[in-house]
């Protein structure tokens, strides 16, 4: 999923950063990004809060960021 990585990124989060406010392995958070698998819905609205955005905004297709 990559506009998770994005996101990370422009908050200058390191995936061990995001995977300790998620609770889960810095190994899950680089699954999510690099295999565009989408994180269980469970964890939606706690990464919308970190990354300050919409749950909608999570599923931004790469190109439609910084548009």
């Known amino acids: 999923m990559e506009s998770i990585k994005i996101l990370r990124m422009e908050r200058n989060l390191k995936q061990t950063d995001l995977a300790e406010k ?3 392995t810095q190994g899950t ?3 999510w990004e690099s295999d565009g698998v989408f ?3 469970r964890f939606l609205p706690k990464l919308a809060s ?3 955005c919409t749950i909608d905004e999570l ?3 790469e190109e439609d ?3």
Do not use: R
Request: proline content about 11%; hydrophobic content about 40%.
């Open 29 to 31: 958070v680089s699954y």
């Open 22 to 24: 998620l609770g889960v």
């Open 39 to 41: 994180p269980p819905s």
């Open 50 to 52: 970190i990354f300050g």
């Open 65 to 67: 960021f910084g548009s």
């Open 59 to 61: 599923f931004k297709d």
